[in-house]
């Protein structure tokens, strides 16, 4: 199209309809000399969120609606459920399905809004903790007992900051062979992670509770093998810890529990809808623990242990 015609069409589409016609500028090839044109760019990694700053509460009486709460520090598919399960028979603990409470933030919208709260000594970690402890603590009142326990695997991967939300919390730290716990992991989703995938991710809760179990001083160690050979026993020294009387019908949990089974808020298998603990798998062998898993397995004692099958270590 000549520029004379061009300038002649935009003058009449300008004086009838407001509107003229552009050249499309081609966009510059961007491939490099001699080469094929670049490829579409990736999208872009999500940022990691920022670390929130926290600190112990001012005046627990006043902020803490909760007392003594329970925390099990737990690996995924360690035999979390069913100790929740069995502690949730007891007539003064409730223990919920996971609630994900490290996942509930506070932002600002406003400057206005976080001058405001500065102004009454409220940071984002503050308030953000007065939020957890509110919905756990209506939980518990719905249930009518006295204790709180709450069990989402990923919060060994916080356990400081729990312990400074709550400075009169609890801590239960549940461990499981390793090798257990990664072929579990890889059984409940074998479609979304390898063997290998499973072992290195399994791996990362694992490090965390280990952490937790050091930083911890006053938190009681259960072992899955053990609460599976004799749940009776293992009951009675976690009721000890927590200075509760031991109940006998927190064995059968079923009769509480049914259909509170939800696939990503615990277990949610066949076994663990049978009401009653069942037997944990055979230890596997040493020979059969992945050189990714022999570190956390030598540290939690389960090398030699796997000599003896179904045996833990004392």
């Known amino acids: 199209m000549s520029m004379d015609l061009l ?3 935009n003058s009449a589409l300008g004086a009838s309809m407001g509107v003229e016609l ?24 999500k940022a990691k969120p920022a670390s ?5 509460p001012q005046d627990p009486a006043l902020d803490r609606l909760l007392d003594r709460p329970v925390f099990v520090m737990s690996p995924v ?12 028979g007891h007539s003064r603990l409730h223990a919920p399905h996971e609630l ?10 406003t400057k206005l809004s976080q001058r405001a709260m500065e102004e009454l000594d409220l940071q984002r970690g503050d308030l953000e903790h007065l939020l957890w402890d509110r919905v756990l603590h209506r939980e518990l009142v719905k249930s009518g007992k006295d204790f709180i326990v709450e069990k989402t695997p990923s919060n060994a991967f916080v356990y400081k900051r729990l312990a400074a ?5 609890r801590f239960i730290c549940l461990l499981r062979h390793p090798v257990s716990i ?18 290195e991710d399994a791996l990362r809760y694992m490090n965390a509770v280990q952490r937790a179990r050091e930083g911890l001083e006053s938190a009681l160690t259960v072992r899955y093998e053990d609460l599976t050979a004799d749940p009776a026993a293992e009951l009675r020294r976690i009721c000890d810890h927590l200075d509760i009387e031991f109940e006998p019908q927190m064995l059968e949990y079923g009769q509480s529990t049914e259909g ?28 059969e623990i992945p050189e990714v898993l022999r570190p956390i397995s030598e540290t939690w004692g389960y090398v030699d242990s796997g000599a003896r099958e179904g045996a833990a270590v004392s």
Not at 100 to 109: G, K, M, N, S, W
């Open 182 to 199: 990664a072929r579990s992991w890889h059984e409940a989703d074998p479609e979304k992670r390898t063997v290998d995938e499973a072992n």
């Open 52 to 56: 929130v700053s926290y600190r112990p």
């Open 165 to 169: 939300c709550w400075p009169d919390a």
């Open 260 to 287: 509170n089974y939800t696939k990503g808020l615990g277990d949610w298998k066949d076994k663990i809808r049978s009401g009653s603990v069942q037997p944990g798998r055979k230890l596997p062998d040493p020979d």
């Open 77 to 88: 598919r360690s035999g979390s459920t069913l100790l929740r399960l069995l502690l949730n």
């Open 100 to 109: 994900h409470i490290r996942r509930l933030e506070v932002h600002f919208r």
């Open 22 to 45: 552009r050249r499309v500028r081609k966009k510059p090839d961007t491939a490099p000399a001699g080469g094929t044109p670049a490829a579409a760019a990736e999208p872009a990694k």
């Open 7 to 9: 300038r002649k069409m």
